[in-house]
């Protein structure tokens, strides 16, 4: 019997799980850095060299998509290694990062996550479910739009606020894309902004660590993709926080396809948007 809704009404959270499963097993069968580091020889539609652990990560997730199409599910996925493929509807799209964080989960670091995204739309405000899993902190967060966001299951605060050092600089400020000759060309800016960094190498992770308010806002130095940021900006703004894509005509506006468009910044408050979205990108 074939679904009377849309794919917004599939087990998302289950399917999602599922791929966790999946990937914990290429992870298993992968469990060094010399076997993690092989390269496939393509390059995804990303434009990175894709890993052999990328690949098995991939193959996790489109089974647990196929099952759902399979199941009379419509939708059109958007993965950072194999671009857009069409199962059906292109209204509904599933944006998908199977290791975000790639460099750090080939590296044996923590953090790298699951990210998988579902949207009613072709825009970044559009959508309503979300789900990162961080592989290094065995973290679960979830997101659906209009019901707040959860770790482990458990609610997140949305009352809570960003902190300042005595000098009014934020406390603590995640960046992403770190590459010394950003971080360069914005080190006057970051001095002025916030009273220390952390860099954690996986943009969905560290957008999580806003969403809990461990760090009181975050900021990429170059242009992030959809794949890398739709489900972890979800769970920041249904926790309280503040996202926006400062290249783009409105803050959500950024399309939910696998090129990179436009920084991401989020923050706890929204008065503090607008200082990270001035910050130089290369």
Not at 34 to 59: F, K, N, P, S, W
Not at 161 to 169: L, N, P, V
Not at 181 to 188: F, K, L
Request: aromatic letters at 4%; proline letters at 5%; charged letters at 25%.
């Amino acid at each position: 019997m074939r679904p009377t809704g849309t794919a917004l009404d599939a087990n998302w959270l289950g399917a999602c799980r599922g791929a966790v499963e999946g990937l914990r097993e290429v992870l298993r069968e992968h469990p060094r850095t010399r076997q993690r580091a092989v390269e496939t020889g393509d390059r995804g539609e990303g434009g990175d060299r894709t890993l052999v652990i990328d690949e098995g990560a991939e193959h996790a997730v489109f089974a647990q998509l196929d099952a759902l199409h399979a199941a009379g599910h419509r939708f059109t996925a958007v993965s950072e290694e194999r671009g857009e493929i069409d199962y059906g509807d292109g209204g509904i799209r599933v944006v998908i990062d199977p290791i975000d964080g790639s460099l750090n989960a080939k590296r044996l670091l923590p953090h790298y996550a699951l990210s998988i995204a579902v949207a009613d739309g072709p825009t970044m405000a559009d959508v309503a479910f979300a789900y990162v899993y961080d592989f290094g902190a065995g973290e679960e967060w979830t997101a659906t739009r209009g019901s707040g966001s959860r770790l482990d299951g458990i609610p997140l605060d949305a009352a809570l606020s960003e902190r300042r050092a005595a000098d009014g600089r934020l406390e603590l400020l995640g960046i992403e894309q770190a590459d010394p000759r950003h971080i360069a060309a914005a080190s006057e800016e970051l001095q002025a902004t916030a009273r220390r960094l952390r860099v954690i190498g996986a943009i969905a992770v560290t957008l999580c660590q806003v969403a809990a308010a461990r760090l009181d806002g975050m900021a990429s130095l170059l242009n992030c993709r959809a794949v890398d940021a739709a489900a972890a900006q979800l769970i920041v703004r249904e926790a309280g926080g503040h996202v926006a894509f400062p290249r783009c005509d409105e803050p959500l506006a950024a399309p939910l396809d696998v090129a990179a468009r436009s920084p991401v910044v989020a923050a706890r408050s929204a008065e503090t948007l607008p200082a990270l979205a001035r910050l130089p990108v290369v």
